[in-house]
């Protein structure tokens, strides 16, 4: 199985921060990487696929970049609606696995 | 807004069964592939099982493989996860996610459920 690697796997941010997660595949994935959005007692929330389509309803100051193996997931300013944990995964393989998760804390 | 309810989640012993459902509505249910996707305690998050549109082809994880049964009901608009000589590693919250196209090989889950949860204890 292709292992993704999500780091950090916490931090602790302030509103109107900029904030980037980073997620690394184990081997090529091309760009077969979507991000989630979760919060307490909900599903994951789809917020960007093939690596850098935002989703309908997803605002812009979320957005997605990479390729290959390296892929990052950056919100340019912070909000608070935006507490809340965010997992990578690759849909290179039918087996589809996921980061460990990066949450983000209120500083 | 699509809508993804799932149900039959519950404490059942080691060596036991469970059959989890979901319900589905506010798209065309019988256009998209679906999946159950669980997560343990503490865990992060891992895909269980997948079913195409017409119920035709199926996959699952090597983990669950020969004892999970994923099946679906078009006419009920319901996906279905029978998991029988459960473990206690299969302990999770369990959920059912909608696929962005029709066969197996849609593997992107654009709509998740809130999940039900399933604990293998004695």
């Known amino acids: 199985d292709i292992q993704m690697t999500q780091s950090p796997s916490s931090l602790s941010a302030s509103v109107g921060d900029r904030v980037t997660i980073t997620c690394r595949a184990s081997?090529?994935?091309?760009?077969?990487l979507a991000w989630f959005q979760q919060k307490p007692g909900k599903g994951p929330r789809l917020l960007i696929s093939?690596?850098?389509n935002l989703q309908n309803g997803v605002p812009s100051r979320f957005s997605g970049s990479g390729s290959g193996t390296e892929f990052t997931l950056t919100i340019s300013s912070l909000q608070p609606d935006d507490f809340a944990t965010y997992y990578c995964?690759?849909?290179?393989?039918?087996?589809?696995?996921f980061g460990q998760g990066t949450k983000v804390e209120i500083k | 807004e699509v809508q993804l309810l799932e149900s039959g989640g519950g404490l059942v012993q080691p060596g036991g069964s469970l059959r989890l459902s979901c319900a589905a509505s506010?798209?065309?249910?019988?256009?998209?592939?679906m999946s159950w996707v669980r997560q343990g305690p503490g865990k992060g998050l891992e895909w269980v099982s997948s079913?195409?549109?017409?119920?035709?082809?199926?996959l699952y994880a090597d983990s669950v493989k020969g004892r999970f049964t994923i099946s679906r009901d078009n006419s009920r608009d319901t996906v279905h996860l029978q998991m029988n000589s459960l473990r206690v590693e299969d302990t999770a919250l369990y959920y059912c996610?909608?696929?962005?196209?029709?066969?197996?090989?849609?593997?992107?889950?654009?709509?998740w459920g809130q999940g039900t949860l399933v604990t293998v204890s004695s």
């Open positions: 996610a909608k696929s962005d196209c029709n066969h197996i090989g849609c593997r992107l889950a654009d709509y």
């Open positions: 506010e798209f065309t249910f019988s256009n998209h592939a």
């Open positions: 079913i195409s549109d017409s119920g035709r082809d199926t």
């Open positions: 081997q090529s994935i091309n760009t077969w």
């Open positions: 093939r690596a850098s």
């Open positions: 995964q690759q849909y290179n393989t039918y087996s589809r696995t």
